[in-house]
């Protein structure tokens, strides 16, 4: 089991740059570094989208097309962490921003692919 915290959201500028962490917490024999992780987004009614995914060693990162170029998803597996940073952002990324970790191979790009989620952080840009 994993307890995922995220943190790092606010309010921000368009154009700005804002970094966003996910702190896990992994159960007694279990480690961090077992789980694929990924950032999703929401908004209010709407539907998880899928952010971005790293890959368990940190080698292989995917994004969506909308933040390709823009977001950078990273992990520090001696600091059970992951991140996104955020460069350029737009009012369109406005949302609450969710980790997730997954310990199995299923599609990334899938919400219901992930065992573990933390509670959310809102990123909120102004035009």
């Known amino acids: 089991q994993m307890l995922l915290v995220e943190s790092g959201g606010g309010l921000v500028q368009a154009g700005a740059s804002l970094t966003l962490s996910c702190a896990a917490s992994a159960a007694s024999g279990d480690s961090f570094i077992r789980y694929a992780m990924a950032w999703f987004r929401q908004d209010p009614g709407q539907e998880r989208k899928f952010v971005a995914s790293i890959s368990r060693p940190g080698d292989t990162t995917h994004y969506s097309e909308s933040v390709k170029g823009r977001f950078t998803i990273s992990r520090d597996n001696a600091k059970n962490t992951v991140y996104l940073q955020m460069n350029t952002v737009k009012p369109e990324d406005t949302a609450a921003y969710y980790c997730?970790?997954?310990?199995?191979?299923?599609?990334?790009?899938?919400?219901?692919?992930?065992?573990?989620w933390g509670q959310g952080t809102q990123v909120t840009v102004s035009s």
């Open positions: 997730a970790g997954q310990s199995g191979f299923s599609d990334y790009r899938l919400p219901y692919s992930y065992d573990y």
